[in-house]
């Protein structure tokens, strides 16, 4: 078997992997993207990496099925399952909140000496996760969105270096805000929408969140010409 059918949220995961990459996916579950890469020309080694038995199990079966040679499945939490020797270089994340993601890199420091590219799909929050790579190091390189089953995904990935994010970027993503493309409007959108339910339902003793959630909304509306 050499062909395999992942969603359009993974596919565009992969689209952002460098050929020569030795790779951790942290929360593999399926093991469907390692696969994928691993059948579409990566060239190095993949470690599928999950803490749930189960889904462990499931890759497992998933890579003997497609006979891949260079994806090996192993069970445990975060980064706990790299080895010195494997030299992982890049560490993919998605899936996974956003909270979850930045212990995970935080309680392993040592491990980030020698990963020059993070790429992360974080379920929640992305504008915290560019801050807290910014600070431990690392930049937005490229990041993109993608819409599958109705929900706008963003995807970053960053490499290991000194630019420094100013606090817009941080919040929109200096790659999105230069693109200003239509899904980014969309989600900006979506935002502004939220923010307008919330001040809605607050009562009015809330004045203080109101204003500041009016006020947000401004600074979103004005991004988008909305
Ligand atoms: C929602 S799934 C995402 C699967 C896949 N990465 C994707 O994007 O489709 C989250 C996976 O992360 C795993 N997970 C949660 N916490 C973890 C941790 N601390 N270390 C490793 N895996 C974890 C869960 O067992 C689950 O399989």
Same mark, same amino acid.
């Given at each position: 078997?050499?062909?395999?059918?992942?969603?359009?949220?993974?596919?565009?995961?992969?689209?952002?992997?460098?050929?020569?990459?030795?790779?951790?996916?942290?929360?593999?579950?399926?093991?469907?993207?390692?696969?994928?890469?691993?059948?579409?020309?990566?060239?190095?080694?993949?470690?599928?990496?999950?803490?749930?038995?189960?889904?462990?199990?499931?890759?497992?079966?998933?890579?003997?099925?497609?006979?891949?040679?260079?994806?090996?499945?192993?069970?445990?939490?975060?980064?706990?399952?790299?080895?010195?020797?494997?030299?992982?270089?890049?560490?993919?994340?998605?899936?996974?909140?956003?909270?979850?993601?930045?212990?995970?890199?935080?309680?392993?420091?040592?491990?980030?000496?020698?990963?020059?590219?993070?790429?992360?799909?974080?379920?929640?929050?992305?504008?915290?996760?560019?801050?807290?790579?910014?600070?431990?190091?690392?930049?937005?390189?490229?990041?993109?969105?993608?819409?599958?089953?109705?929900?706008?995904?963003? %995807?970053? !990935?960053?490499?290991?270096?000194? $630019? @420094?994010?100013?606090? #817009?970027?941080?919040?929109?993503?200096?790659? +999105?805000? /230069?693109?200003?493309?239509?899904?980014?409007?969309?989600?900006?959108?979506?935002?502004?929408?939220?923010?307008?339910?919330? %001040?809605? !339902?607050?009562?009015?003793?809330? $004045? @203080?969140?109101?204003? #500041?959630?009016?006020?947000?909304?401004?600074? +979103?509306? /004005?991004?988008?010409?909305?």
């Amino acid at each position: 078997m050499t062909k395999i059918n992942i969603s359009k949220r993974l596919l565009k995961i992969a689209s952002m992997v460098d050929k020569k990459s030795r790779i951790i996916d942290v929360g593999c579950d399926h093991a469907l993207l390692d696969i994928y890469l691993s059948l579409n020309g990566l060239e190095g080694k993949i470690i599928a990496s999950d803490i749930t038995i189960g889904a462990v199990n499931q890759a497992k079966k998933n890579v003997s099925l497609y006979k891949t040679s260079n994806v090996e499945v192993r069970k445990g939490d975060g980064l706990s399952t790299i080895k010195k020797s494997d030299n992982i270089n890049t560490i993919i994340m998605s899936g996974l909140g956003n909270q979850k993601i930045i212990s995970i890199l935080k309680e392993n420091k040592n491990i980030l000496k020698n990963v020059n590219t993070i790429i992360i799909q974080s379920n929640t929050g992305y504008n915290m996760i560019r801050k807290e790579l910014n600070d431990m190091g690392y930049y937005v390189d490229d990041e993109c969105l993608v819409k599958d089953r109705g929900i706008i995904y963003v %995807i970053i !990935k960053f490499k290991k270096g000194k $630019i @420094i994010h100013s606090k #817009k970027e941080l919040y929109f993503g200096p790659v +999105l805000l /230069k693109n200003k493309n239509v899904l980014f409007k969309e989600l900006i959108r979506n935002e502004i929408n939220k923010n307008k339910e919330i %001040i809605n !339902k607050l009562p009015n003793k809330r $004045i @203080i969140r109101k204003l #500041k959630l009016t006020f947000k909304n401004m600074i +979103l509306k /004005k991004e988008i010409h909305f």
